[in-house]
Nanobody, 127 residues
């Protein structure tokens, strides 16, 4: 079992930045690939970014590429999502998730591939 707790959400003006954190407990964080997803009101949950078990590979949705950066500190059992140049369309509940993968550099993109989910943190970007 892995428990995930997101933090760092809040209200920010367009063009501003936020850093989300996801603290993991229960198992060594390096055992899992980690992903970030978001869900806006009335919309389906969508993939945002993910990082491999050892942090060597990352992947981003086209909508956030160049603005967001995912990283991890396995010693602290924490994954981060740095969000820059925020836009109103980034407003959503953001969730972190952990995926059990066999290979160190696997980066899943489908939410069905993730085994554990956090409770989410709200991000609101004002225009």
């Amino acid at each position: 079992q892995v428990q995930l707790v997101e933090s760092g959400g809040g209200l920010v003006q367009a063009g501003g930045s936020l850093r989300l954190s996801c603290a993991a407990s229960g198992r060594t964080s390096s055992s899992y690939a980690m992903g970030w997803f978001r869900q806006a009101p009335g919309k389906e949950r969508e993939f945002v970014a993910a990082i491999s078990r050892i942090g060597g590979r990352t992947i981003y949705a086209d909508s956030v590429k160049g603005r967001f950066a995912v990283s991890r500190d396995n010693a602290k059992n924490t994954v981060y999502l740095q969000m820059n140049s925020l836009k109103p369309e980034d407003t959503a509940d953001y969730y972190c998730a952990a995926a059990q993968v066999a290979l160190h550099l696997t980066v899943p993109q489908g939410q069905e591939q993730y085994d554990y989910w956090g409770q989410g943190t709200q991000v609101t970007v004002s225009s």
